[in-house]
């Protein structure tokens, strides 16, 4: 069975870079397609981006000149780093799969998420 | 950018029917996912493509997707429902992919 185990700090100060490992296990990394989502402290989810087995990225648009999603094929890893934190980044960080159904995407499986605070 | 809205609770008794709507303009025309996430917990997935199920989710969730409006439906709710269940769809338009709507707090009474 397929899981995902999120890890990294627990607290960043403002203004620093916030980073953040999924290692999967059970299952290829060389496919599917790879997401970092987040929910802020009582709030929704928001996706922050994707990347897909070929290493093609997408981010979420209001913090795309913020994020970086990376691969590591050869440890079945791939990271999240947001840079210029700020309080408004704390939240709980997800990884998970993300696989197409009929013809978008979903996510079928998560990590148990990490939570990230942003204070000094 | 794509807005999907959804009401923020919904109250049903036991063994009755929850309806959780899920706005969205022409959202017919997407194909509509669901999550269950119970407080602590991550999300998991109960419904994906409009009305599919993963193994495992009971016949008890189904869902259903028209026009403006996608459903996601409890029959024979259990206490073990109550939980925040979010939609979502996936537009590439914009730049932006994942959507997620602000999630239903369901309360079983």
């Known amino acids: 069975q397929m899981q995902l185990q999120e890890s990294g700090p627990g607290l960043v100060k403002p203004s620093e870079t916030l980073s953040l490992t999924c290692t999967v296990s059970?299952?290829?990394?060389?496919?599917?397609?790879w997401n970092w989502i987040r929910q802020s402290p009582g709030k929704g989810l928001e996706w922050i981006g994707s990347i897909s087995y070929g290493g093609k990225t997408d981010y979420h648009p209001s913090l795309k000149s913020r994020v970086a999603i990376s691969v590591d094929t050869s440890s079945d890893q791939f990271s999240l780093r947001l840079t210029s934190v700020t309080a408004a980044d704390t939240a709980v960080y997800y990884c998970?799969?993300?696989?197409?159904?009929?013809?978008?995407?979903?996510?079928?499986?998560w990590g148990q998420g990490a939570l990230v605070t942003v204070s000094s | 950018s794509y807005v999907l809205t959804q009401p923020p609770s919904v109250s049903v008794a036991p063994g009755q029917t929850a309806r959780i709507t899920c706005g969205g303009h022409d959202i017919g025309s997407y194909s509509v996912h669901w999550y269950q996430q119970r407080p602590g917990q991550a999300p998991v997935l109960v419904v994906y493509?409009?009305?599919d199920r993963p193994s495992g989710i009971p016949e008890r969730f189904s869902g259903s997707n028209s026009g403006n409006t996608a459903t996601l439906t409890i029959s024979r709710v259990e206490a073990g429902d109550e939980a925040d269940y979010y939609c979502q769809v996936w537009v590439s338009y914009s730049g932006l992919f994942y959507v997620f709507g602000p999630g239903t707090k369901v309360t079983v009474l």
């Open positions: 493509d409009d009305s």
């Open positions: 998970a799969r993300g696989r197409v159904g009929t013809t978008t995407y979903y996510i079928d499986s």
């Open positions: 059970g299952d290829s990394i060389s496919v599917y397609s």
